[in-house]
C-alpha cells in the first residue's frame, strides 16, 4: 500500500460520454495526476484521482461532452469524514489512546532472559524488592539502583538492565562465569589411577611417565611420576601432570518393583477460564482451582497487547484438566526404564571425554522385583593428579646419585 496516498485519499471517477479519453487527455493538460485508469468500455472508462482535485472534475467532464461521477472515495479523509459524527466511537477511540498512552507509563509483564543456571524466582523477588514489580511507574526507576541492588540479592549475577518498552519490562542477565582453577607449577604431585584399567596411551605434559601402553593398573598406582631427569643425569622432583587413557569395565545392576504403575490419559478434558487486571484475579468458575483427583493439570496465559509496541494490564488464563487413569507397567517397558538409567550413570562416571566401546543387558526377575546388569567396556581419562607424599621425595632422593668425594 502507497502510505502517502493513504494518508492524502483518493477517489474513484467513473465517465461516460462519446469519446470519454478526452477526458484523460484533459487532466494531463491540466497537470493532474491520475492512474489505474480503463480503456473506455460502453463509451465510459474509471480513472483514480487525488481525493483534493475529485472537486470540479464535473465541470471538466461536461466541458468535454461528459459525465462524470465519483464512485468511491478512499484514505483517510474519507475515513474522517464518515467517523467525524460518530461521537461515541470517536469518544472510545480518544478513551483508548489515553488508556495506552497512560498504562504504557507503568510496568504490566515482565520477562526475564539470559539467565542459565539462576532460576527466575530469585531475580523477580530481587526486582520486586527493588521496586521493580506489576503496576510500577517505570519513569521513575533509578537503572543504577536496581541493578545494583539485584546484584547484591542474587548471587552469580554479574551484570544486568532493564529495558521497558509499552508496559513490557525485558530484563536481560549475564551470569558470573566460573573461573578455571589456576596451575600452582611450585606444587610438587604425581599421576595416580583414579581407577583400574589397561592403559592405552601415556601422555606426560611434566615429569616422567612410569606406566607404559599395555600395563594393567589398579586405582592408586603411580602413572606418571613427579620426578624430572635434568643434565647429567640429575633426578629432581617436579609436578607431575598429564593424560592416561586407558580400557575400563564397568558392571552396573539396577533394581526395581515389578508392580509399577504409570498415568495414561483417557481423553476427558475440563476447561476454566480466569481474567487477572493487574493483580486482581476474577474466576469465572465456582469451584477452586485445586487440581481434582485423577487430574492433570495446564494452565496457560495471554496477556492481552503488541509485541514490542505496548502490553495491557489483562491476561486471560487458561485451566485445562485432563483425566488419567493409572495402568500398570508391562516388562518391557520397566526394563527401558531401568537400561536408560544405567547408560546415564555410565556415561555420568565416563565423562565427556570417555567413549563406550562394548555394552550389554541381562535381565532377571527374582521376589517381585527386576534386576538388569549392564556390562560395558570403555575408554576414558583415568589420571588423577595426588600431591607428593614424604616417601615419595624419598624414593626420588634415593635415586639421585651421591655426590663424588674430592
Not at 507397567?329 to 537400561?339: G, H, I, M, T
Amino acid at each position: 500500500m502507497n502510505w502517502a496516498r493513504y494518508v492524502t485519499g483518493w477517489a474513484a471517477l467513473e465517465v461516460s460520454g462519446a469519446e470519454p479519453e478526452r477526458f484523460l487527455e484533459a487532466l494531463a493538460e491540466r497537470g493532474v495526476v491520475f492512474w489505474n485508469a480503463t480503456p473506455p468500455k460502453d463509451f465510459a472508462l474509471t480513472v483514480q484521482v487525488p481525493d483534493r482535485a475529485a472537486r470540479g472534475m464535473e465541470a471538466l467532464a461536461a466541458g468535454l461532452g461528459c459525465q462524470c461521477a465519483v464512485r468511491s472515495r478512499h484514505g483517510l479523509p474519507a475515513l474522517w469524514r464518515k467517523l467525524r459524527r460518530r461521537y461515541g466511537l470517536l469518544a472510545c477511540l480518544a478513551l483508548v489512546l489515553a488508556v495506552l498512552y497512560v498504562g504504557s507509563a507503568y510496568i504490566w509483564e515482565i520477562d526475564v532472559t539470559g539467565n542459565e543456571t539462576i532460576p527466575d524466582g530469585p531475580i523477580r523477588q530481587a526486582l520486586s524488592q527493588c521496586g521493580v514489580d506489576i503496576g510500577t511507574y517505570w519513569p521513575g526507576i533509578s537503572q543504577d539502583m536496581v541493578r545494583n541492588g539485584v546484584i547484591l540479592r542474587v548471587p552469580g549475577i554479574r551484570w544486568m538492565t532493564v529495558t521497558v518498552r509499552g508496559g513490557h519490562a525485558k530484563v536481560i542477565v549475564r551470569e558470573a562465569r566460573e573461573h578455571l582453577p589456576l596451575v600452582d607449577r611450585k606444587e610438587l604431585t604425581k599421576v595416580v589411577a583414579a581407577k583400574a584399567g589397561l592403559v592405552e596411551r601415556v601422555e606426560p605434559l611434566q615429569g616422567s611417565a612410569v606406566a607404559e601402553p599395555g600395563d594393567a593398573v589398579l586405582p592408586g598406582e603411580e602413572l606418571i611420576g613427579g620426578f624430572a631427569t635434568g643434565r647429567f643425569s640429575v633426578v629432581m622432583p617436579t609436578k607431575g601432570m598429564g593424560r592416561v587413557t586407558a580400557r575400563t569395565w564397568y558392571e552396573l545392576t539396577a533394581k526395581s518393583p515389578t508392580e509399577l504403575a504409570v498415568k495414561r490419559r483417557q481423553g476427558g478434558k475440563n476447561v476454566r477460564w480466569a481474567l487477572i487486571l493487574g493483580k486482581t484475579r476474577i474466576n469465572f468458575y465456582k469451584d477452586s482451582s485445586i487440581c481434582p483427583a485423577g487430574c492433570d493439570k495446564i494452565i496457560t496465559s495471554h496477556t492481552l497487547g503488541s509485541a514490542g509496541l505496548f502490553t495491557l494490564p489483562i491476561t486471560v488464563e487458561k485451566t485445562v484438566y485432563t483425566r488419567y487413569e493409572i495402568d500398570p507397567v508391562a516388562a518391557a517397558e520397566l526394563r527401558e526404564e531401568l537400561e536408560e538409567r544405567l547408560m546415564d550413570t555410565l556415561l555420568d562416571r565416563i565423562g565427556q571425554d570417555g567413549q563406550v566401546l562394548e555394552r550389554h543387558f541381562t535381565a532377571a526377575a527374582k521376589d517381585g522385583a527386576m534386576y538388569v546388569t549392564l556390562r560395558a567396556e570403555c575408554r576414558e581419562q583415568i589420571g588423577l593428579e595426588q600431591p607428593l607424599t614424604d616417601q615419595d621425595l624419598a624414593d626420588i632422593q634415593a635415586k639421585i646419585p651421591p655426590k663424588e668425594e674430592e
